[in-house]
Every structure is written in structure tokens, then in C-alpha cells.
DNA sequence: GAAGATTGATTAGTCAATCTTT
DNA sequence: AAAGATTGACTAATCAATCTTC
């Protein structure tokens, strides 16, 4: 009964999950804040799915493109291709490195720099991880057609461009 | 000239920000990232943009529902409207009771509820930052036409329902 | 016992300052 | 001097535990 009850107030709080702040003006506004909810729900609900495996997005982004990269990066080059930080990324690769997950070594030619690797543990979590992930995105965005999904892609880059243009001009 | 010089870093950064991840394997899962991201660089630019005032976005939503609500909010709605946990609210509502925007009372009838208010300075900010603030909006979004920041909201609507589906089913 | 709020621990993130190496 | 990394101070967010009041 616990578990109904907890069940049915989950589901409570999604359904209005999916409604905005009832702070818009007119639809321009609107459709700034609709995208600013969906990152943010998109965030939680990452924070929640990767906490199975006691991990979180940040992680998970940070061993994705370790793998994908295929060899160590730099701290810098990771907190580039993330857009975070360098001071964020050494607490991540601290934290990472604590659990065995990856490896600090330094670099031959330069003393400054540092490379990240996947250890096999590492590689192995990560294999894991984006198996279940991949699973779930498919399940979150069959809720729109491939033509909606080519669309949404389109249209987010747009907005992006405006951002990147506002920010230019200031 | 060190001006010009950090200006050419932060456009090419920007111009960066517009591209994804390079980790995206398919439509599906760009159209994801691509929310995501999008969410991620509003969040980063709104976080610049409130530092004019010392203040955050999470600060400006929260001022933003209590003029929208003209009157007193406990705690608990607050947190339920912005959908953030209640001792996130707790503090919120502290720092800027500590900078003089807000106030807390008691509840006459409650004494477990706090009613938060905004106070006369706080209602001046808000009126404030919320005036540059539209105007913001309305540059960033005029990247896209009034049909498309209609698709957009039509399109991040499903993905939350889509986000809220998966949820649920679990 | 449950509701509303607070506290404490932890993660993520930013920025400014510092340190070492180039 | 500039580059790469780290440290420290701070905000924001979550969760678990606690406290007071209903």
C-alpha cells in the first residue's frame, strides 16, 4: 500500500511535470521557457535513471567521451567537448579516479598537462550504462515521429544560434 | 586590446556552443542531446545574465512566481511550482531573505507553514530585472519565426509527456 | 502518523586566485 | 607571460534524517 501510495503521487507530480510555470506572457516567452522545462525535467530524470549505479549525468558524459575519444584526453579537452569548467572537470576526474573508474598519467612532452583514461572497470561500467541509456532514449522520444525528432533537432539549433548571436553582441 | 582578445575567445566558444557533443549515434538520440544541450546553454547564459544583479535564474523564477501570485506562498508551493525539493526552497529563500528581497512570516493558523512575501526592494528588482529580462527573450528568440517557436513548443511539449510516460511505467 | 520546514552530507557547477611548467 | 591544473569560496540541487506542529 505504501508503494500504491507513493506510485500515484509520483504520478501526480509528472503529470504536472509536463505543464509550465504559469509565469508566460505570450508564446514567444513560452516557447523559451517550454525548452528551459525540458532541459531541466531531462536533468532530472538523468540525475535519477543514472543513480543506479550510484552515478549521475555529469559522470556519464565525462566516460562517454572518454570512449569515444578512444585515447586519454586532457583535462582541457574533456571540459571543452562538455562545456564545463577545468575547475569542475578535476572534481569529476578526482571523484571518478576514487572509484576506479579512471586514471591520471602524465603526459610525456608537457609536465602541465594531465591524461584521463578508461580504466577496464571504467570501460566496462560505461559499456553498461549506455546499453540501458540507449534503451531509455529510444522509449523517452518514440513519443514523436522521425519527421518531429528532424524538426526539434532543427528547431533547438536555432535557438541556440540566437543565443550564441545575443550573446555575441553584448 | 585584452579586451578584443577576450571578446575572439568568448565569440569562438560561442559559435562552438551551437554544435553537439560529438557522442550523438543517431536522429533519435541527437534530437535528445540536442534538447538537452540547448537546455544546458540557457541555463549557463541565464546564470551571466542574472549576475548583473548579484543574483542567479533559480532567484528569478522564485521572485518571479511570488509577483505572479500577489500574495503570501508557503514553502511548499513554491518548491511545487518550480518544482525544485523543499529544502532547495529553504535555502533559496533564506539568501535572499539575507539580501533583503523577501520576507518570511508566520501562518496564523499553521504554525508548521512559513508564508514568504516579497518585500517592497524585492518587488522593485524583480520588476527591474524582469524588463531586461524580456527584452532578452525576445532577441533570442527572434532566431525563429512565430510558427516555429510554436512547433517548438508543440514538439518539447510531447517530449516531456514522452519523459513523463517512461517515468511512470517504471 | 503525516505535513511543513530545517539541517547535514554530497555532488555539480561557477569564478577568482594560485602554482607549476612551458 | 601564457597554459594547464588545482584550490577555495560560493550557489544550487538532491536525499535522508530530524523537529515541530497538526
Redesign the pocket.
Known amino acids: 500500500m505504501v508503494k500504491a501510495n507513493a506510485t500515484a503521487a509520483g504520478v501526480m507530480r509528472r503529470a504536472e511535470a509536463v505543464e509550465l510555470p504559469l509565469t508566460c506572457r505570450n508564446q514567444t516567452h513560452e516557447a523559451l521557457v517550454s525548452a528551459w522545462w525540458t532541459g531541466r525535467l531531462l536533468q532530472?530524470q538523468a540525475?535519477?535513471f543514472f543513480?543506479q549505479w550510484d552515478?549521475?549525468?555529469?559522470?556519464f558524459?565525462l566516460l562517454l567521451v572518454l570512449r569515444w575519444a578512444g585515447e586519454p584526453m586532457?583535462?582541457?579537452?574533456?571540459?571543452r567537448q562538455?562545456?564545463?569548467?577545468?575547475?569542475?572537470?578535476?572534481?569529476?576526474?578526482?571523484?571518478l579516479a576514487r572509484a576506479g573508474l579512471v586514471r591520471?598519467q602524465v603526459?610525456p612532452?608537457?609536465?602541465?598537462?594531465?591524461?584521463?583514461t578508461l580504466t577496464a572497470r571504467g570501460r566496462r561500467l560505461i559499456d553498461e550504462m549506455d546499453e540501458r541509456y540507449s534503451h531509455r532514449v529510444r522509449d523517452v522520444m518514440s513519443a514523436l515521429t522521425e519527421d518531429e525528432q528532424a524538426e526539434l533537432i532543427r528547431l533547438t539549433r536555432k535557438m541556440r544560434e540566437g543565443l550564441a548571436a545575443v550573446s555575441e553582441e553584448e
Open positions: 532530472k540525475g535519477q543513480r552515478s549521475s549525468d555529469a559522470k558524459n586532457t583535462q582541457k579537452d574533456i571540459g562538455l562545456l564545463v569548467d577545468k575547475s569542475n572537470v578535476t572534481g569529476l576526474v578526482t571523484r591520471r603526459v612532452h608537457d609536465r602541465r598537462s594531465v591524461h584521463v
